[in-house]
């Protein structure tokens, strides 16, 4: 029996002090020029791409966008990703010993790892090859037509139950959704803030936070918590 650990990315794999953010807003206030919202996700019904976007094209326009229009979005999107990483590679880090952990948990075959992210395909594989992590991991779920980030974490569980047996499943994530999600799923979460500030996470409930990777016993017990 397998343990599935699957990781958020922004804010838990990596950090870009919501440039990222801003590269969204941007990209949409060039292609549709209205103004974007705002770039607190906490107003959106749910964090993923897929909503976000949506919810702003449907504020200003009373109708959802065609698979044209967000394509064309996206493809600005990656490309201001592209950009802003290629003149400041610096601001888009790692958080520290990510790569590390992930070369080892691939290298022990008592876990699977994975991603569910809130973001799209293309734009995730773009910032986990930026630090070092595979871009396209088998048992992922993407924001891609999801509504909800159940939908995302279930796709990336199915993916994993398809060619293993799973016995134990582990959240990583940053963010008050992820709690909210896993804790509606009955998943167990670890938690990560990279600034350090445990007592967010802390106070919702969740048991294990971390603030990087650096400890990976601490880590690997921590996952191993619950497992069969």
Same mark, same amino acid.
């Given at each position: 029996?397998?343990?599935?650990?699957?990781?958020?990315?922004?804010?838990?794999?990596?950090?870009?002090?919501?440039?990222?953010?801003?590269?969204?807003?941007?990209?949409?206030?060039?292609?549709?020029?209205r103004?974007?919202?705002?770039?607190?996700?906490?107003?959106?019904?749910?964090?993923?791409?897929?909503?976000?976007? $949506?919810?702003? *094209?449907?504020?200003? *326009?009373?109708?959802?966008?065609?698979?044209?229009?967000?394509?064309? *979005?996206?493809?600005?999107?990656?490309?201001?990703?592209?950009?802003? $990483?290629?003149?400041n590679?610096?601001?888009?880090?790692? %958080?520290?010993?990510?790569?590390?952990l992930?070369?080892?948990?691939?290298?022990?075959?008592?876990?699977?790892?994975?991603? #569910?992210?809130?973001?799209?395909?293309?734009?995730?594989?773009?910032?986990?090859?930026?630090?070092?992590?595979?871009?396209?991991?088998?048992?992922?779920?993407? #924001?891609?037509?999801?509504?909800?980030?159940?939908?995302?974490?279930?796709?990336?569980?199915?993916?994993? $139950?398809?060619?293993?047996e799973?016995?134990?499943? %582990?959240?990583?994530?940053?963010?008050?959704w992820?709690?909210?999600?896993?804790?509606?799923?009955?998943?167990?979460?670890?938690?990560?803030?990279? $600034?350090?500030?445990?007592?967010?996470?802390?106070?919702m409930? %969740?048991?294990?936070?971390?603030?990087?990777?650096?400890?990976?016993? +601490?880590?690997?017990? #921590?996952?191993?918590? +619950?497992?069969?």
């Amino acid at each position: 029996m397998k343990t599935l650990i699957l990781f958020d990315i922004d804010g838990t794999l990596l950090f870009s002090n919501k440039a990222d953010s801003r590269c969204f807003a941007s990209s949409y206030e060039v292609i549709f020029g209205r103004a974007f919202p705002t770039i607190d996700w906490t107003k959106f019904p749910e964090v993923t791409d897929h909503v976000i976007f $949506r919810t702003a *094209f449907y504020e200003h *326009f009373k109708r959802h966008p065609s698979e044209e229009e967000r394509e064309t *979005f996206e493809e600005h999107y990656l490309a201001a990703l592209a950009q802003v $990483r290629g003149e400041n590679p610096s601001e888009f880090r790692e %958080v520290p010993g990510a790569a590390a952990l992930w070369r080892r948990l691939e290298a022990d075959d008592r876990y699977l790892t994975g991603v #569910a992210t809130g973001g799209w395909q293309r734009p995730a594989a773009l910032k986990l090859a930026h630090v070092g992590i595979p871009p396209e991991p088998p048992f992922a779920g993407y #924001a891609n037509d999801k509504f909800s980030r159940r939908d995302i974490l279930q796709e990336a569980i199915d993916l994993a $139950r398809t060619e293993h047996e799973v016995g134990h499943i %582990v959240y990583v994530g940053d963010a008050v959704w992820d709690v909210t999600t896993t804790q509606a799923m009955n998943l167990p979460l670890i938690g990560v803030r990279h $600034r350090g500030d445990h007592d967010k996470l802390l106070a919702m409930g %969740v048991e294990k936070v971390v603030s990087d990777y650096l400890d990976v016993e +601490g880590f690997l017990n #921590a996952a191993s918590v +619950g497992r069969l």
